[in-house]
């Protein structure tokens, strides 16, 4: 059983690969990335790498040879990029007789209104199109997105949001990296939909949990979409990021990362990290970056 996964020198692509050699031989798994010395690493663990551009069909055709399972970790850039390489790798999928693709989405993509939504809805469409048996890892949002908040809260500033009560079923990657582990390890995934998410919380839930963590009060300040795009831009943020996190801002406000789900804990075996130990996570890590022992 070969067992490929794209975008392996990502953030989540390590640990997935982390996940994946606990759980298979490590000469079931092969990895496909467009920068070798990325992978340089994981060569050395003995794993296969194989060198693969999504923007270069013909690399992606010759690295899935023989391939039985692929992971795609969805790729990044605008949405016309990434609906492009996306499909590449469907169609060298397709070519090679992958047995089943394993595709990295969000959050029930077909009425989302993320500014991310419309990849993921064409790039589940494409695969559905191809006839390629499929998994799909609809992964709500990576609580280490939030690692800006946290910060801003440690230097003393509230939990700033325009998102109101919407929740978000925050997790950090490593969550979401061993539950793909687990589908590719595992079999009877063919066709499944798994919506991943943490127990949905709020921005004021954030604040509360920082409250515990760091044993003062933290506060959450709610503003209007235009004030938190000012105040992003004012604390350094580049313009059209500012608009991106507005733009999240407003989408969980409509509620589209409010996932209920116990499909995450399901695959992992195990309950999904909560945002108390994630926060607690993030606040260490900064701790120790400012005062390393
Ligand atoms: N749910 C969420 O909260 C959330 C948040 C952010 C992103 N995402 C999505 O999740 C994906 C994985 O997240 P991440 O944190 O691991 O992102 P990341 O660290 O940026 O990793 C992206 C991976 O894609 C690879 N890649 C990009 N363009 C490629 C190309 N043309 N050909 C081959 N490989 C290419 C990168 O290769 P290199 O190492 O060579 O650059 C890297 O391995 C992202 O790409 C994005 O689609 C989800």
């Known amino acids: 059983m070969k067992i490929l996964v794209t975008g392996a020198t990502g953030m989540l692509g390590v640990k997935v690969i982390d996940a994946l050699l606990e759980r298979v031989a490590v000469e079931d798994v092969v990895i496909s990335a467009r920068n070798l010395d990325k992978a340089a690493n994981l060569k050395q663990k003995g794993i296969d790498v194989r060198k ?23 790729s990044q850039g605008d949405d016309e990029t990434r609906i492009r390489q996306h499909s590449n ?61 946290v910060k801003n ?20 990657r490593v969550d979401y990296a061993e539950a793909a582990a687990a589908v590719l390890s595992s079999s009877g995934h063919e066709n499944n939909i798994y919506e991943l998410s943490g127990k949905p919380a709020s921005y004021a839930d954030m604040a509360r949990e920082l409250t515990n963590i760091l044993g003062r009060r933290v506060t959450v ?32 406000r409509r509620g589209d990362l409010d996932i209920e789900s116990d499909d995450l804990p399901k695959l992992l075996g195990r309950p999904a990290i909560t945002l108390k130990q994630s926060l607690t996570e993030i606040v260490n890590q900064f701790e120790f970056k400012n005062h390393p022992r």
């Open 221 to 252: 300040r709610n503003v209007n979409d235009r004030t938190y795009q000012e105040v992003l831009i004012a604390n350094g943020t580049p313009d059209i990021m500012a608009e991106f996190s507005v733009e999240i801002q407003q989408s969980i």
């Open 52 to 74: 693969a551009d999504y923007e270069d069909p013909a690399s992606l055709e010759q690295a899935f040879a023989g391939i039985d399972k692929l992971l795609l970790i969805s």
């Open 89 to 149: 790798v469907i169609y060298a999928a397709e070519k090679c007789g992958v047995g089943l693709i394993i595709y990295t989405s969000i959050s029930k993509p077909q009425k989302s209104t993320l500014p991310v939504a419309e990849v993921h809805r064409q790039t589940e469409q494409h695969i559905r199109d191809s006839g390629i048996p499929f998994t799909f890892l609809r992964n709500n949002w990576y609580v280490e997105n939030e690692i800006g908040t």
């Open 153 to 172: 809260v440690l230097e003393g500033g509230p939990v700033l949001t325009s998102a109101e009560d919407g929740r978000v079923g925050w997790v950090p």
